[in-house]
């Protein structure tokens, strides 16, 4: 495999019907590859959307992955990108979340070292928590980390798993920021901001933004390292196809910035006067809230992705203006 050319490889991507996966698919679509299969959770929701633009061989429902895996039904991968999981920070079940994002993915791994594919999985800026033991990839580190939510331990919980069972020396673990882009319109309150502003701005003409409770922040002036998906799913291929990356990643752009600069930066996109309200955060996340996230990644860079990141400013224009206005998702015929 070449970061550019995926064509003769077999690739296995869970979540391939959700914003990150399906982001993927586009991606490998593009660079040739097309022997592709998806496994997701369909239910009731509109995920099915973002697969119908996309090329793949065959899909999977996720319950009847590993039995068919494990049965030789499926038979071999070169590349396993794992990014199915509950990627929801409020979810309170503790035991789906082990359960779904752990043992799930524990187990994956398990095979697909024993079959000698490639895994890339997803693991998550969730796992860093406040911030104050630093967001520096060493896997080294892994036991300063505390997470502020039941979603970034069950992270977390795989990474010291990996660790522990000298996995990380073979795999690939990404630890992706905040994330925006097209096809993430089913993720409901997980959406980004860039999405929810834009319903806002449309229907009512102002963004709202939550209030800080912290005094060394202003309202408004929390710092988030916001990725543009495009980027993100070149970073992930790059590591996919470079053999030596192994262990733990950043995936963000290297770059705190604040909820205003994204906001203007969706006004901008809309040709419209900046209108921001700031409204008290909700009591049950405020003690769980990320003020600061900026991803360290000399690791990335010394792995060789030397593309440059996509400002913050130009990347919401290209979604605002390609997807969002027109309502369409990723779509390897037409880009």
Not at 62 to 87: I, W
Not at 105 to 114: G, I, M, P
């Given at each position: 495999?070449?970061?550019?050319?995926?064509?003769?490889?077999?690739?296995?991507?869970?979540?391939?019907?959700g914003f990150i996966g399906s982001a993927l698919v586009w991606a490998l679509n593009r660079r040739g590859g097309d022997n592709i299969v998806v496994s997701d959770i369909l239910g009731s929701d509109e995920k099915?959307?973002?697969?119908?633009?996309?090329?793949?061989?065959?899909y999977v429902?996720?319950?009847?992955?590993?039995?068919?895996?494990?049965?030789?039904?499926?038979?071999?991968?070169?590349?396993?990108?794992?990014?199915?999981?509950?990627?929801?920070?409020t979810e309170k079940n503790a035991t789906y979340l082990i359960k779904n994002n752990y043992?799930?993915?524990?187990?994956?791994?398990?095979?697909?070292?024993?079959?000698?594919a490639r895994f890339v999985y997803a693991s998550s800026a969730a796992t860093y928590g406040d911030g104050s033991a630093g967001m520096d990839d060493d896997d080294t580190l892994l036991d300063t980390l505390r997470p502020l939510n039941m979603y970034g331990y069950s992270k977390?919980?795989?990474?010291?798993?990996?660790?522990?069972?000298?996995?990380?020396?073979?795999?690939?673990?990404?630890?992706y920021f905040n994330v925006y882009g097209p096809n993430e319109d089913h993720k409901g309150e997980m959406r980004s901001l860039v999405h929810?502003?834009?319903?806002?701005?449309?229907?009512?003409?102002?963004?709202?933004?939550?209030?800080?409770?912290?005094?060394?922040?202003?309202?408004?002036?929390?710092k988030r390292d916001f990725l543009y998906v495009k980027d993100c799913v070149a970073m992930t291929l790059h590591l996919a196809a470079t053999p030596r990356a192994n262990g733990l990643f950043n995936i963000g752009s290297g770059h705190a910035r604040t909820w205003i600069d994204?906001?203007?930066?969706?006004?901008?996109?809309?040709?419209?006067?900046?209108?921001?309200?700031?409204?008290?955060?909700?009591?049950?996340i405020r003690d769980k809230y990320q003020y600061f996230t900026q991803a360290n990644l000399l690791r990335l860079r010394g792995a060789g992705y030397a593309a440059p990141v996509t400002s913050l400013e130009n990347a919401v224009h290209d979604y605002v203006r390609k997807y969002l206005v027109p309502d369409k998702r990723l779509d390897p015929a037409v880009e």
């Open positions: 495999m070449k970061p550019n050319d995926f064509s003769d490889a077999r690739i296995l991507v869970t979540g391939g019907a099915w959307r973002n697969l119908a633009p996309l090329r793949f061989a065959d429902e996720a319950a009847d992955l590993l039995p068919r895996l494990q049965s030789g039904a499926l038979g071999k991968f070169d590349l396993v990108l794992h990014l199915g999981a509950c990627s929801a920070t043992e799930f993915t524990r187990d994956l791994a398990a095979w697909s070292l024993a079959n000698k977390h919980l795989f990474d010291l798993h990996a660790r522990r069972a000298g996995f990380l020396n073979k795999i690939c673990g990404l630890k929810k502003s834009f319903a806002q701005v449309h229907k009512e003409g102002v963004i709202r933004l939550f209030k800080s409770y912290r005094k060394e922040y202003q309202d408004g002036e929390q994204l906001s203007h930066a969706v006004f901008t996109a809309l040709k419209k006067k900046p209108v921001i309200k700031f409204i008290e955060m909700p009591e049950v």
